[in-house]
C-alpha cells in the first residue's frame, strides 16, 4: 500500500486584515477567471438544461461582463433593442427570475409558452443564479489549483 505523502504546513497567526496582501494577486486572478467562466457559461449555456433562451438572440448576447475593482467582477444584462423594438431591460427580469413580467404571462412564469416563444425549450427559472452556483462549486476549484499552483 502507497504511504500518503508527508503533509506540509506552517501555522502563524495572521490577521483577517492580511490575508488580502498575502493572497492579493491569487484573489485577483481567482475574481477575473470566474467573472470569465460565468460570462461564458450565460452566453453558450442555453436551454433545455440551465441556460439564457434563445428566441431572436438578443436576451443571449446582451450579457456583459466588467472588473468593478480588482475583487469585484460584474456579469449583467446591457440594455439592447430587440427587432421587434423591445428592450433587454423590458424582459429580461421576467425571463431570467420571473420578476416584472408581462401582463401577457398573466402572473405566471411563460417563457416558452407564449405565442412569440412556443416551441422553444424550456427555460429554468433563476437560471443565472444556478449557473453562477454551478461555477463556484466547479470551476472555483480548478482555478484555484491553477492559480496557486496546485496548493
Known amino acids: 500500500m502507497a504511504r ?3 503533509t506540509i504546513s506552517r501555522s502563524a497567526e495572521i490577521g483577517i486584515d492580511q490575508i488580502s496582501d498575502l493572497f492579493e494577486s491569487q484573489i485577483e486572478r481567482l475574481v477575473v477567471s470566474l467573472t ?3 460570462f461564458v457559461k450565460l452566453r453558450t449555456s442555453t436551454p433545455p438544461g440551465l441556460g439564457t433562451p434563445v428566441v431572436t438572440g438578443t436576451l443571449l448576447s446582451s450579457w456583459q461582463k ?3 475593482n480588482r475583487f469585484t467582477g460584474r456579469v449583467y444584462v446591457s440594455s439592447k ?3 421587434n423594438g423591445s428592450d433587454t431591460q423590458d424582459y429580461a427580469p421576467a425571463v431570467m427570475f420571473g420578476e416584472s413580467m408581462p401582463p401577457s404571462w398573466k402572473g405566471k ?3 416558452g409558452k407564449t405565442p412569440k416563444t412556443t416551441g422553444t425549450p424550456k427555460v429554468t427559472q433563476r437560471y443565472p443564479q444556478l449557473i453562477l452556483r454551478e461555477v463556484v462549486s466547479l470551476e472555483m476549484p480548478k482555478v484555484m489549483r491553477r ?3 496546485g496548493i
Open 4 to 6: 500518503r505523502p508527508k
Open 36 to 38: 470569465n467562466e460565468l
Open 66 to 68: 466588467e472588473s468593478v
Open 81 to 83: 433593442l430587440n427587432p
Open 109 to 111: 412564469y411563460a417563457p
Open 147 to 149: 492559480i496557486t499552483g
